[in-house]
């Protein structure tokens, strides 16, 4: 189990001080860090169709990007390239370890673990981004240097890389393996490799009102909700045939407020929407299934392991009810069931002992406490939880 050593500070200092306002390096921030995955196994993932992946080099002084799957790296030579593979949290257990020592951000708010190989050299060039990440130096050593928000232009420096104009460092340091670079959006940054390699990104990243809305639309659509029309009865004499009156515009303005201010539903939609993941999983299906009675057996002899990059939540406003939402499903498994929807969505690993209150609350015949068996069988059916011997 990794975990975080802050030298200089507590998490309730970065979160006050650094966090979302300002970038830090967190010095030997892993004690004795060891590459989660190795470059060679990083380029195999690289290999393949449903992973995103990229490559970015300098040809006669001019940037290029390529996106994966690659088939060779032979023709890039040993210097100024770097391969960059997303969401590497997805397809190894090694690598999705990286993110519980930053369990202090809610994983609602996680990207991925992107992880780029560099050559000495190697980097992506200056750019913005507009996520919070944790660089973590893996093995070899690279120089970082990251600029004041600001004005900074941005420009395409390739169709597939934008990139900022020159700036003026306010932090320049050179990564050794450990060393964790705190960066929030809107910070110009260049991380150039000084020898062979590995940088591990936890990337978190919020949501704009645009995506949430232009989702919560998708939701209302696919569950016939908040098609009710505007009535209007009683209205007055209208003057002015092509005006939109301030009552009218108050009418227009509450008939959506009322969908917001319905805690339920939108709970409901963002439970479902923040648990979809952006990239593919690692789904596989189990060739012989268990029905229920031997999931219970085995599931009494080891804990069941979730996969990586599966995105499990609860609200407050419904947790009582016993309610989680996992990979964009909405479960609702009853009072009873309350301490297993914890578990679930805030355990990586699931034993026995914290489902047994939830499973034997209710009697066999229970629908609810069947209902959550039933959903367990299903989910390790399908490879979101698995058995790991
Ligand atoms: C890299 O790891 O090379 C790029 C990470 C970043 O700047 O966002
Ligand atoms: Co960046």
Redesign the pocket.
């Known amino acids: 189990m990794l975990t975080l050593h802050l030298a200089d500070f507590s998490l309730a200092h970065f979160l006050e001080h650094y966090w979302q306002q300002k970038p830090v390096v967190l010095r030997g921030g892993f004690a004795d860090f060891d590459d989660l995955i190795s470059p060679d196994e990083l380029a195999g993932l690289a290999c393949e169709e449903n992973i995103e992946s990229r490559l970015?080099y300098k040809k006669d002084g001019q940037w290029q990007a390529q996106f994966g799957p690659f088939e060779s790296y032979e023709h890039l030579g040993e210097s100024d390239w770097?391969l960059?593979v997303q969401a590497v949290n997805h397809w190894s257990p090694e690598v999705a370890q990286l993110i519980a020592p930053f369990s202090f951000i809610p994983k609602w708010r996680l990207d991925d673990v992107?992880?780029?190989y560099?050559t000495p050299g190697?980097?992506?060039g200056p750019?913005i981004?507009l996520y919070d990440?944790f660089?973590c130096q893996g093995s070899g050593c690279?120089q970082?240097r990251v600029g004041d928000r600001g004005e900074h232009r941005q420009f395409a420096a390739h169709a597939a890389l934008l990139h900022t104009d020159p700036f003026e460092p306010i932090i320049d340091v050179e990564l050794l393996p450990g060393d964790i670079l705190y960066?929030p959006p809107g910070f110009p940054?260049?991380?150039v490799?000084l020898e062979e390699s590995m940088?591990f990104?936890v990337?978190f990243r919020s949501k704009s009102a645009r995506d949430m809305l232009s989702g919560l639309a998708d939701y209302l659509i696919d569950n016939e909700l908040g098609n009710a029309l505007i009535s209007d009865p009683l209205r007055p004499v209208h003057q002015h045939q092509g005006r939109i009156n301030a009552s009218d515009f108050a009418m227009i303005k509450a008939q959506m407020q009322a969908v917001l201010d319905n805690d339920n539903l939108v709970a409901d939609f963002a439970g479902s929407f923040l648990s979809k993941t952006k990239c593919q999983l690692d789904l596989q299906v189990l060739e012989n299934p268990y029905d229920e009675a031997e999931l219970l057996e085995q599931l009494m002899l080891q804990p069941m392991q979730r996969i990586g990059g599966l995105r499990c939540f609860y609200l407050d406003q419904t947790v009582a009810a016993g309610v989680c939402y996992i990979d964009g499903e909405r479960y609702a498994f009853g009072e009873n069931c309350q301490a297993a929807v914890l578990a679930l969505c805030d355990q990586e690993t699931l034993s026995y002992a914290a489902l047994q209150a939830s499973l034997c609350s209710a009697d066999l015949f229970d629908a609810r406490s069947s209902e959550l068996l039933c959903a367990l069988t299903r989910w390790v059916n399908a490879g979101y939880w698995y058995f790991a011997e």
Do not use: Q
Request: aromatic share 4%.
């Open positions: 970015v770097t960059i992107m992880i780029s560099s190697g980097g992506v750019h981004d990440v660089i690279r970082w960066i940054h260049d991380g490799s940088s990104s990337g």
